[in-house]
């Protein structure tokens, strides 16, 4: 199981963000990353990965949230991840595609900045939209909820006013409010929202 939490902001708060974090200074700073990723649907409707009954998303990974998701403070979600080496990206992306038949059903592209150590990740992931401050558990000794809450408290933010859903959620709901084109390829070089 993944415990996380997300926080979201304007972009201009980016420096910010990173600046408060630098300040823990038991977090290790990864270097920023340039990631584009590619989500896919079942190509058999009756195991719809955006169907309410499942209610995940599958790109190298798969991620699905759970009826009890949002029942405490802290979001509680379903999370598979694999390492796949470099050499065989294309290779397994061939295999989605063209032998699985899986459908792209959208992308997006971000600069993701991760502080670590051994209880937690914290990423501020850079979107075309604005930031987003996650905070997810990693620690398998500690309670998950209470190491996410802990470092929320560091941060000074008030777990009440995380976000409860994805990335994709937001942009859409942004999109609505701000009377913008939704696109399936959320890219930098694109007429975005703005939190």
Request: glycine fraction near 2%; proline fraction near 4%.
């Amino acid at each position: 199981m993944e415990y996380e939490v997300r926080f979201y902001y304007p972009s201009s708060e980016v420096n910010n963000l990173l600046d408060k974090l630098s300040e823990l200074k038991e977090l290790e700073k990864k270097p920023r990353t340039y990631e584009k990723t590619v989500q896919y649907n079942h190509s058999d409707p009756r195991y719809d990965f955006y169907s309410k009954e499942i209610d995940g998303r599958f790109r190298l990974s798969w991620k699905r949230r759970l009826p009890n998701t949002t029942e405490n403070l802290v979001n509680k979600e379903e999370e598979k991840e694999v390492r796949i080496s470099y050499e065989d990206v294309d290779n397994f992306i061939f295999i989605i595609e063209n032998v699985m038949h899986f459908k792209v059903v959208d992308s997006y592209e971000r600069y993701r900045t991760i502080f670590t150590n051994e209880d937690v990740e914290i990423s501020i992931d850079e979107y075309p939209f604005g930031i987003a401050l996650e905070i997810e558990n990693k620690s398998s000794t500690k309670n998950p909820e209470e190491v996410v809450m802990n470092y929320a408290s560091k941060l000074k933010l008030n777990i009440k006013d995380s976000y409860r859903l994805s990335w994709d959620d937001k942009y859409v709901e942004l999109c609505k409010e701000q009377n913008k084109k939704i696109y399936n390829e959320v890219t930098f070089d694109k007429d975005m929202p703005s939190i």
